[in-house]
C-alpha cells in the first residue's frame, strides 16, 4: 500500500512539475487550477473521460469549470504547446533524435465539429466521418513523446466562410495540405533549437519531393518513406522510377535486418540501398533503400535518404523503423491520456484538449525515463490519485 501511494505521489508531483511550466500562461486562478485538474482526469482510470467524469474526479459539481476551461477562458493553447515542447527538451533532449511526422483520425458524429467531414482515417484503415490531426513526435533515447499538432482543415470547411465562424476558425485560416502543416512544425522545432539528427514520415508526406529540398538545404538529414511511383537522379536518367533500380540487384546486396520492435515482435525485413544524385557534396549521400518482406519478397517499400556520407545502411534502418514510435504515442495518448476523449466542436477547444493531452503524455514519458533510470520495474499509472482537499479548486 505504501508502494502504491509513494507512486501516487510521484504522478501528481511529476504533474505539477509540467503545469508549473506554463501555469504562467493563466492570468486567472481558475483555469490555472483547471487545467492541472484537466491534465489529473485525463491521466486517471476513468472509463469515460469527459467533462462530468472530470469535473467528479477533481470535486467540482458540475463541468462548468472544464467546459469554461477548453471554450470560453483566455489562455493561448500554442503558448503552452511552446512550455510543454521546452519541458520535453529539458528532460528527453538528444541531439542522435528522431522528428516523427504523421497524422492520426478521430471518429465523430455530425457535421459540426471543426475539420469533421468523410475522409480516412489511419485509425480507422478506411474513410470514415472524422476529425484529422496532424502530429509530430520526438523520439530520444530516453522517450518518446508529441511535440506539436494540427487540426487538419478540408477544403469543404476553409471555403465556407460561415461554416469556420460557427466552429471558431478565424477568417486567417486558410487551407493548408497536411504537407504544408507538417513543414511548418518541423520549421518551428528548427527555429526553437530543438535538439535531434533526423526527420522521418511515411509516404503521404516523404513523397512530396517540395519537402526533400527544402529539407536537404537546411542540411537536415532525413529517411522518407515514398511510393514505386516516385523518381530520382541517376547516372541514366533523370527521372529514374525507383522501383526500377532494384531489379537484378546482386543477392548480397540485400541485408536481413529488424528495424526495431512492432505490435507481433520485431520486424524483420530484406534491405538494400543504391546511391542516386552523385554529383552531390563530397560529405554526403543520397539513397533510395528497398525494404523488401521476408516472406512476402514482391511487397516492397521505397525510402529516400539524404544523410552524412559515412551512414551505414544500419543507422538508416534504424531511423525508418523509428516511425513506429509515433503510433505508439498516439496509442498510448489516447489510451492512457484521452487524446481522443473529448466533446469540443470548436477548433480551438480541440487544440487546447489536445495540448493538455500531450502535457500529459509529456510527463508520462519523462516519470518512466526517471523510473528506467532508478531502476524501478513499475512503470503503470497510479489506480488512483489523491482526493482533493475541501478549500482546494483542483
Not at 518518446?144 to 485560416?173: F, N, Q
Request: contains cysteine; glycine residues 8%.
Amino acid at each position: 500500500m505504501g508502494g502504491v501511494l509513494g507512486d501516487v505521489r510521484v504522478w501528481a508531483a511529476g504533474l505539477g512539475e509540467v503545469h508549473e511550466r506554463f501555469v504562467h500562461r493563466f492570468a486567472r486562478s481558475e483555469p490555472r487550477e483547471s487545467a492541472l485538474a484537466y491534465m489529473r482526469g485525463l491521466i486517471a482510470p476513468l472509463e469515460r473521460k469527459n467533462g462530468w467524469t472530470l469535473a467528479e474526479e477533481a470535486g467540482h459539481a458540475a463541468p462548468d469549470r472544464m467546459h469554461r476551461l477548453l471554450n470560453r477562458c483566455d489562455w493561448d493553447a500554442d503558448e503552452v504547446l511552446d512550455d510543454v515542447r521546452d519541458y520535453v527538451v529539458e528532460h528527453l533532449g538528444d541531439p542522435e533524435a528522431v522528428l516523427i511526422v504523421d497524422d492520426t483520425g478521430f471518429l465523430k458524429k455530425g457535421i459540426r465539429s471543426a475539420g469533421v467531414q468523410r475522409q480516412y482515417s489511419g485509425t480507422a484503415g478506411r474513410t470514415e466521418n472524422c476529425q484529422v490531426g496532424v502530429f509530430l513526435a520526438y523520439a530520444g533515447e530516453r522517450g518518446r513523446t508529441l511535440v506539436d499538432r494540427r487540426l487538419y482543415l478540408p477544403t469543404s470547411w476553409t471555403d465556407d466562410r460561415e461554416r469556420c465562424r460557427a466552429a471558431g476558425i478565424e477568417d486567417t485560416v486558410a487551407f493548408e495540405t497536411k504537407v504544408v502543416i507538417a513543414k511548418a512544425m518541423v520549421r518551428r522545432a528548427i527555429e526553437a533549437r530543438v535538439p535531434f539528427r533526423w526527420v522521418t514520415a511515411d509516404a503521404a508526406y516523404g513523397f512530396s519531393k517540395g519537402w526533400r529540398t527544402e529539407l536537404e538545404r537546411a542540411d537536415v538529414f532525413h529517411v522518407m518513406a515514398t511510393t514505386r511511383h516516385d523518381t530520382v537522379v541517376t547516372r541514366w536518367a533523370m527521372d529514374h522510377p525507383v522501383h526500377d533500380l532494384f531489379p537484378g540487384l546482386p543477392r548480397q546486396k540485400w541485408k536481413r535486418r529488424s528495424c526495431g520492435n512492432g505490435a507481433h515482435g520485431p520486424r524483420v525485413y530484406d534491405w538494400a540501398r543504391v546511391e542516386v544524385r552523385p554529383w552531390h557534396r563530397e560529405d554526403r549521400r543520397h539513397w533510395v533503400i528497398a525494404r523488401r518482406g521476408v516472406s512476402r519478397p514482391d511487397q516492397i517499400s521505397y525510402y529516400i535518404a539524404y544523410c552524412p556520407a559515412e551512414t551505414t545502411l544500419d543507422e538508416l534502418i534504424r531511423v525508418a523503423g523509428s516511425r513506429w514510435a509515433i503510433e505508439e504515442c498516439f496509442q498510448s495518448a489516447k489510451q492512457e491520456c484521452g487524446l481522443d476523449d473529448y466533446q469540443v466542436r470548436r477548433y480551438p477547444g480541440w487544440h487546447r484538449h489536445i495540448t493538455l493531452a500531450m502535457a500529459a503524455h509529456a510527463c508520462l514519458t519523462v516519470l518512466k525515463a526517471r523510473e528506467r533510470d532508478a531502476g524501478k520495474a513499475e512503470t503503470d499509472p497510479p489506480s488512483s490519485y489523491p482526493s482533493p482537499s475541501p478549500n482546494s479548486d483542483a
